[in-house]
T-cell receptor, first 112, second 111 residues
C-alpha cells in the first residue's frame, strides 16, 4: 500500500464547476496535510494546508480533513481553465518534521 | 520577499561525474529540504536540514549528500552520477519544517 494515494486522473470538469480532488494516507498518526499545485514544467506551489479535522476555506479552495477515515480532499469552486494543473497531496509523517510524502498527483483539466 | 532560489537551473553531466546543487531559502527560514522528481517515481524526499543539522533522510544511496551553512543556504551533492539520476531536483524552505515553499528546481540530465 502506498503511503499517500491519489487518483492520477485526468479529472475533467467544465468551467465554473466544482472540482473535487481526493487523497488517502496510510499512517494514522499523521498530523499535517498539504495541497500543492504544479503546472507543467514548473515547480510545486503550496495552495492549502490543514492540520485539524474539518474544513478549511481560502478563496475558491476548501481543504477537508477526516483523520478517522485517513482522507484529505481539495475542492475548487468555480473552476477556471487556469486551474488546469497537477494537484499533489502531501503528508508530514509523525515524528518526521520537515519531511513530506507526496502522492503521485491528480491531473485536473478545466474545459472552457 | 524573495522566494527560494536554486542554482543552476539546468545541468548536463556525464555518467561517473559528480554535481553540486545550491539552494538559498526564503529569508528567515531555517529548514531546507530536498526532493527528486521523476515521471516514474514522482516527488521523493531526499533529506532535510535545520540549523545546519540533518534532521531527516530519505531512502537514497549514500551518493546523495547535503549540507547546510550558517546562513541557511544548502547544497546537495551527487557523486558518481548514474543515468537514473536524471531528474528535477527541488529544494523547499520552511520556517520550522511545516509549510514548505519550493524553488524553481534544477533540471539534471546525465548522459
Amino acid at each position: 500500500q502506498k503511503e499517500v494515494e491519489q487518483n492520477s486522473g485526468p479529472l475533467s470538469v467544465p468551467e465554473g464547476a466544482i472540482a473535487s480532488l481526493n487523497c488517502t494516507y496510510s499512517d494514522r498518526g499523521s498530523q499535517s496535510f498539504f495541497w500543492y499545485r504544479q503546472y507543467s514544467g514548473k515547480s510545486p506551489e503550496l495552495i492549502m494546508f490543514i492540520y485539524s479535522n474539518g474544513d478549511k476555506e481560502d478563496g475558491r479552495f476548501t481543504a477537508q480533513l477526516n483523520k478517522a477515515s485517513q482522507y484529505v480532499s481539495l475542492l475548487i469552486r468555480d473552476s477556471q481553465p487556469s486551474d488546469s494543473a497537477t494537484y499533489l497531496c502531501a503528508v508530514n509523517p509523525p515524528g518526521n518534521t520537515g519531511k513530506l510524502i507526496f502522492g503521485q498527483g491528480t491531473t485536473l483539466q478545466v474545459k472552457p | 520577499k524573495a522566494g527560494v532560489t536554486q542554482t543552476p537551473r539546468y545541468l548536463i553531466k556525464t555518467r561517473g561525474q559528480q554535481v553540486t546543487l545550491s539552494c538559498s531559502p526564503i529569508s528567515g527560514h531555517r529548514s531546507v529540504s530536498w526532493y527528486q522528481q521523476t515521471p516514474g517515481q514522482g516527488l521523493q524526499f531526499l533529506f532535510e536540514y535545520f540549523s545546519e543539522t540533518q534532521r531527516n533522510k530519505g531512502n537514497f544511496p549514500g551518493r546523495f549528500s547535503g549540507r547546510q551553512f550558517s546562513n541557511s543556504r544548502s547544497e546537495m551533492n551527487v557523486s558518481t552520477l548514474e543515468l537514473g539520476d536524471s531528474a528535477l531536483y527541488l529544494c523547499a524552505s520552511s520556517l520550522r519544517g511545516q509549510e514548505a515553499f519550493f524553488g524553481q528546481g534544477t533540471r539534471l540530465t546525465v548522459v
